[in-house]
């Protein structure tokens, strides 16, 4: 059994519970056990001084992908965990499309034991929509529901099939679990490299105009509405999808919607010079769309923060940029380009804890603890950071092993010092006290 | 730095016509000369020299020009900006007398690059050569058949030739440059 | 002389020619275009002799790296090369050894440790020039790199032209044709807005994105017309591209028909532009389609004298560029 830690003299940040205040909090046999302001209760117990720092729920990333199994080249649920713990996230939820991808029972087990002897964050399973991720049947959701995945997708691909959407979003409502798609009218893509306009006109790319996005965020809001089911969007990067994602809302349709840290915070400009690793699907957009996506979740249409932590090896990306795979490694990149945004008061700091511990853990549900906030009696998962910090991106220094970032050499502001899940430390910076 | 004239507008004209009278003298049939200014200051040294021998020999001898840029043995030399200026012969060089004109003869690698240049063009029957200066520090066996000055110098040295069509006065100087040592 | 006189030495200026590599004309000021304008000038003037050689890139090595097959521009480098007494070779690779796995990067190593100073790349995907100057010392020339760039050819059509209309600035130009997949339209796009000329881009909707008209910071400004008689009112340069056959087949065209009767350089839409207006075209010709045989071989095409002046011009950028290698 672990000693018990006390987390000191922290502006304590806890979404969940309107707290933002300077104070303490006693972690005991992986519980939150006591928080306040004082002397806390006596005992023998380890310190980790956080003044100055800022003490919040362990982070929760809905959407990563660790490539286990199949592309442990890529990553592996081990090394995967490592990154997310650098990142600050005590949660993270794979995507399924693995090799073999996660629509079996068999499939989840495996998830789920490997974890445990190797992750050292929580990993929860998503599993397919789809049988072999085919688009063509439905996947044995009832099974793999029981077996504990947290929603079904076919990331990388979209439901392209609308019956198949339709009765995806429909038998779902069973398990009361999320359909997350990824938005894409890949017949309209095809081929596509990266945004289009003047600067894919320019580079002589063939773009993925925000059309493709919002046709497809249209037809399954639609089929939400229809059936009643719950629509979980995934990466959503368009002005146009905000809108209509705002106007289901108004409706009353169900639906969560994602936006990850790329999108939020790098514009198409990045993929000037052919960088390859500025390649991710969807693709980095304008700066009109940014500014969309912000307002969408200051104005809560887009409910949380996912990574869509995408990591290639670099053999992978050294290549013709149409020859790249999309994707970009962000788990360990994540807070401090966010805090970006806290730092040109573009969002407030409160809302963007929120977006990446209370606010997930809604759409999680209590199914696998209490977990995004830190009452007393949660789970001990904690991220300790400092906003101010300054520190440039080393993709050496990654734990991932995808290196596959724009932002190496990129200086930051703000950076996890300490990481703690179920009461252990998963992570600790140099920088820690 | 001390600057010293070793040729006047006064001295150029007469080595010039000097000159002029040489190659009247020591070519018999003078109707199969030309002359070929190497750029940029042979050139209207080799206009001047036609002019002489017209005025001296009744004869109006073609001038061309030459840059031997794309012959030089060290592109180094194109230093800041490789301009490539004109090359052109009028006539066919083939069985002519060519007498090659050039403002300083030095280490002798820019005439080795002008007489590649002669012979690609064609077969002369023979390549003679003018200079206004020879300053010595020959690197290859190459000579001059007519010199306006024999003028010894040291490396240390820079001898610069000014001609009034492309730098608006008639004047030779010689002035020192600073060693690696000094300074 | 003292340290004092030292100092007050004038510092050289700025070289004109700042490219190592030549990737595209996006970024080539008008002085370095009039360097290769004046150097091409001299190159001509080496081709007219009967010995058409000169040593000055003795002892350079120049290899061309084509991953799409194109006799004639490689030619036109392999002569260019040999004419400057380089060393010339050729790596065939295919396109199917872009997918086959045989890495761009590995193979332009390799070209290096052979000695090459000179890499000529063409490439049927957009950057892959640009990706490859990070991993070589060699200088790359982007012989075609998707439908991104073409800098050679631009370089060379702007030389026709001035050659005939001694200044590009204040002509009209219009390029007709698949303007979306083509680098020859944008990098003469670069080349004639930069020396001054005003570029009307004309096609079928589909192939001509729209953005390409409008007011932004990545692409100089062009007027875009779809009719093409109102596209050749008044002009004085006309450029027909090439129609890939494919385009019907991908859906973008209804047929090549259609685009014939829309958008074929016919003699009587010829006489809309100026009558000394000049007709250009990068080849090969597809005649009967998207220009009238009778243009090709009329008095206003120059198309013969592209491929002519492509030689010396390319010589010309060889020379530079190796000029500028040493410094």
Known sequence: MNKPLLIKDGRIIDPSQKTDEVGSLLVTEGKISWRGKGEPPKGDYDILDAGGLIVCPGLIDLHTHLRDPGYEEKETIASGSRAAARGGFTTICCMPNTNPPLDSQTAIEYIKSTAAAKAVVRVLPIGCISKGRNGKELAEMGELAAAGVIAFSDDGEPALNSYIMRQALDYSRAFELPITDHCEDTILTEGGQMNEGVLSAKLGLRGIPNAAEDIIVARDLALAELTGGWLHIAHTTTEGAVELIRRAKEKGINVTAEVTPHHLTLTEERVIGYDTNAKVNPPLRTERDIKALIQGLNDNIIDIIATDHAPHTEGDKLCEFALAPFGISGLETALGSLMRLVHNQKLSLPTLIAKLTSEPSKILGNRHGQLGTLAIGAEADVTIFDPDLEWVVDTKDFASKGKNTPLDGEKLKGKVIATIYQGKTAYKDAAAK | MPKKIIMTQEDIKRTQARIAHEIIERNKVVENLILVGIHTRGVPLAHRLAANIEEFAGVKIPVGTLDISLYRDDLSSLELQPTVKNTDIPVSVDGKSIILVDDVLYTGRSIRAAMDALTDMGRPHLIQLAVLIDRGHREIPIRADYVGKNMPSSRHEDIQVKLQESDGVDEVAITSTPTAEEG | ?327
């Open chain 3, 1 to 327: 002389m003292t340290t004092e006189q030292i100092k007050t030495v004038a510092p050289k200026p700025a070289p004109v020619w700042q490219h190592r590599h030549i990737l595209d004309v996006d970024d080539f000021s008008r002085e370095e275009i009039e360097l290769v304008f004046n150097t091409t000038q001299a190159m001509k003037e080496v081709l007219s002799r009967p010995i058409k050689r000169v040593p000055a890139l003795r002892g350079k090595t120049l290899i061309t790296l084509f991953y799409e097959a194109s006799t004639r521009t490689r030619l036109s480098f392999e002569l260019a090369a040999k004419n400057l007494g380089a060393d010339a070779a050729n790596l065939s690779a295919t396109a199917s050894s872009v997918t086959k796995g045989e890495s761009l990067i590995d193979t332009v190593s390799t070209l290096e440790a052979l000695g090459a100073d000179i890499v000529v790349m063409r490439h049927p995907h957009s950057g892959a020039p640009d990706i490859a100057t990070h991993y070589v010392k060699a200088s790359i020339i982007n012989a075609g790199d998707g439908w991104h760039a073409h800098p050679t050819q631009a370089l060379l059509d702007l030389y026709t032209i001035q050659e005939h209309k001694s200044t590009l600035k204040g002509l009209k130009a219009v390029i007709i044709g698949d303007i979306l997949h083509s680098r020859v339209a944008r990098s003469n796009i670069w080349g004639l807005t930069t020396m001054g000329a005003d570029v009307t881009l004309c096609g079928p909707p589909t192939l001509l994105p729209d953005e390409m008209g409008k007011q932004n910071h990545h692409l100089p400004p062009t007027n875009i017309e779809h009719n093409i008689e109102r596209a050749l009112d008044g002009a004085d340069v006309v450029m027909t591209l090439r129609l890939q056959l494919e385009r019907q087949q991908s859906g973008l065209l209804p047929s090549i028909r259609e685009y014939v009767q829309l958008y074929q350089l016919t003699e009587a839409r010829l006489k809309l532009a100026k009558p000394d207006a000049l007709v250009l075209h990068p080849g090969p010709v597809n005649e009967e389609i998207e220009i009238a045989p009778a243009i090709v071989h009329g008095p206003q095409s120059v198309i013969n004298e592209q491929v002519a002046n492509g030689v010396a011009v390319r010589m010309a950028l060889l020379y530079i560029l190796a000029g500028s290698q040493k410094q």
